[in-house]
């Protein structure tokens, strides 16, 4: 037992160190303000909301997140918890934390963690007398030079991530209005272009805009339009394959598809989706942590869902297709509303946990004139389907993600279905692997044997996995002249990712086949029952993917007449490919 101690003391070790080298931190910094520097320019109503919400969102989402905002009474009244730690959008205050985000990335870069930051503007854009692009600030402005200058390269962070829901103004669906110079459109959108991103291969950037330049808010959601339907994509609206991360490619054409069917507005909305050239499939969140979660199966019988809370705030949107398999992490809440364009349900938090959903009923539409219904009716008019993905990726350029493991549509059930949603971290864990496994001599003999493994093992479903193992094993050097000779072939199954460490736990049971031989005489035993169990840890070193485990055996044998179990402790190293 001694050594098993050891063993599993190194593999503690491992781990820590696995976890440490291994670990994503992601943070962000939310910016809203309302105001406006241009007399021609009305504050907007709604950016203080939309701040407040990408607070809530991206802590949801597991991502350590700051805010600044100066909330108007409306906003103040709201009494959310993320203002508690609020501070005013003003150049100081961005310039202070992007200092504490930069020591924080340092530090994590000691610790051999990565680090991505968000940075969300949610605001009046603007041009100055030289035609300069900006984004307004309390008491100054962010023009091209200080974004990328004083905010984004001084983070220190491995990527950055830009959401910006500039240019807008207010009204039930507002736009500046008026004729916008090309010229200045053009400047605001280099603030944020493709070309100003390819010098810089780890940040990317996603925003939206309207033919003239604007983007728009709407008093029923009390939010931006893109900022609604970017929020609604990270809180899993966008995955479309599944596995709890949410990609540059997904978000676009989540965005792309939540936009197509709205008509009658002034301008058409649009999406511009940038992901890092250095990283193009680098996901902006995900995997979330557990919590308020609510998965919509195949078996579901509404294609359009939208989540408010007891205020009349909108959380999310989402629009599917036919037997589309949707799971929408939302922040917490004591009461929250469904609703579909026809019915609604009132849901509190126990009951979302508990997975008891009450039916919906019939409800009113009470939205009125001719911007709102343009929006009501053609806002997530579209799904977000594998068709329109594949165009959108194609149209805009971008690397699409891996379909090889979606998760498939759950079967049957026509009613909701709900449950908390805990993904693990991305699997250490590949099919197989070839190792070297050590363990004490069967039979009790004073000597050790060593010997190649193989195995497979299938970890499609979060936290577990089951698979096949094969072993062979034999005394190098001989006692007395007798060397053993140990095969077996066990079924495995097993725990991992556990509180998002790299450690595992599995058993097996199966046949093996003990062998012992002597320079006279030869005798095996070809009908043992072999059982094994492991705990240890996998991740990488040097840059190999390896499995360190710590293991315990035991064979039923026959000695002198008697059965009984022989036990055989060891450790295995293994290759993964």
């Known amino acids: 037992m001694n050594k098993l101690g050891v063993l599993l003391g190194v593999a503690a070790l ?104 968000l940075v969300v503007y949610v605001g009046h854009g603007n041009t100055d007398e030289a035609g300069r692009a900006y984004f307004t600030l309390a008491g100054g402005r962010l023009d091209k030079a200080s974004l990328y200058a004083d905010v984004v390269d001084p983070l220190g962070a491995d990527y950055v991530h830009l959401i910006v829901d500039a240019c807008r103004a207010s009204g039930v669906v507002g736009s500046r209005g008026g004729q ?15 070309e100003q991103l390819a010098t810089r291969p780890t940040v990317g950037a996603v925003f939206a805009e309207s033919d003239d330049g604007e983007t728009h808010e709407w008093s029923r959601i009390r939010a931006g339009v893109f900022s609604h339907v970017a929020r609604s994509g990270l809180l899993g609206a966008a995955d479309i394959n599944g596995d709890g991360q949410v990609e540059y490619s997904e978000l676009g054409a989540f965005v792309s598809a939540s936009l197509q069917g709205v008509k009658g507005l002034p301008a058409r909305l649009s999406i ?12 902006l ?16 019988g509404h294609s359009r869902l939208s989540v408010e809370d007891s205020d009349g705030r909108r959380l999310a949107d989402v629009r599917r297709s036919e037997d589309q398999y949707v799971m929408l992490r ?63 990726v194609v149209a805009a350029g971008l690397v699409p993600v891996d379909f090889s493991r979606a998760f498939p549509p759950a079967a049957g059930g ?23 496994v050590g363990h004490q001599a069967p039979l009790g003999l004073s000597r050790f044997s060593t010997g190649p493994s193989l195995s497979w093992r299938d970890d499609t479903w979060p936290h577990l996995y089951y698979g096949a193992r094969a072993t062979y094993s034999l005394m190098p050097v001989a006692f007395e002249g007798i060397r053993t000779h140990r095969t077996t072939v066990q079924g495995l199954f097993g725990l991992r990712d556990g ?4 450690l595992f736990l599995e058993a097996g049971l199966g046949w093996g086949v003990l062998g012992v031989t002597s320079p006279n005489k030869r005798m095996w035993d070809p ?47 293994a290759l993964r490919r």
Request: charged share 25%.
């Open 272 to 283: 511009h989706a940038f992901a890092p050239t250095g990283a193009p499939r680098r996901p």
């Open 499 to 502: 509180e998002r460490t790299p």
């Open 180 to 194: 916008t110079d090309a010229a200045v459109l053009a400047e605001l959108r280099g603030m944020l272009a493709r």
């Open 527 to 573: 009908t043992l029952l072999t059982t094994h169990a492991a705990a240890g840890v996998a991740g990488r070193l040097l840059g190999l993917k390896l499995r360190l485990a710590a293991t315990a055996s035991a064979d039923r044998v026959t000695l002198d007449g008697d059965d009984r179990w022989d036990r055989m402790f060891g450790i295995e190293l």
């Open 330 to 392: 939302l922040p917490e809440r004591d009461v929250y509303w469904l609703r579909t364009p026809t019915s609604e349900a009132r849901v509190t938090l126990a009951e979302l946990s508990q997975e008891v959903l009450p039916d919906l009923r019939p409800r009113e539409l009470q939205e009125r004139g001719p911007a709102e219904e343009a929006l009501r009716r053609g806002l997530f008019a579209v799904p977000l389907d594998k068709d329109f993905y594949d165009q959108y």
């Open 285 to 300: 969140v995900g995997p979330a942590p557990s919590g308020p979660s609510l998965t919509l199966s195949s078996g579901f």
């Open 14 to 117: 491992f781990a820590a160190r696995d976890a440490s080298a291994d670990a994503l931190v992601r943070r962000a910094l939310v910016i809203a303000h309302n105001g406006s520097d241009d007399p021609s320019l009305p504050a907007l109503r709604f950016a203080d909301d939309d701040g407040v919400l990408w607070a809530e969102t991206l802590q949801r989402l597991g991502v350590e997140t700051t805010l600044l905002v100066d909330p108007d009474a409306s906003t103040l009244a709201g009494a959310r918890p993320v203002l508690a730690g609020a501070r005013p959008p003003t150049p100081d205050e961005v310039k202070r934390e992007v200092a504490r985000l930069r020591a924080a990335s340092l530090a994590d870069d000691e610790l051999g963690r990565e680090t991505d930051v």
């Open 414 to 436: 026509g009613d909701f279905v709900s449950r908390r949603f805990a993904m693990a971290s991305p699997s250490a864990f590949s099919a197989w692997e070839v190792g070297l």
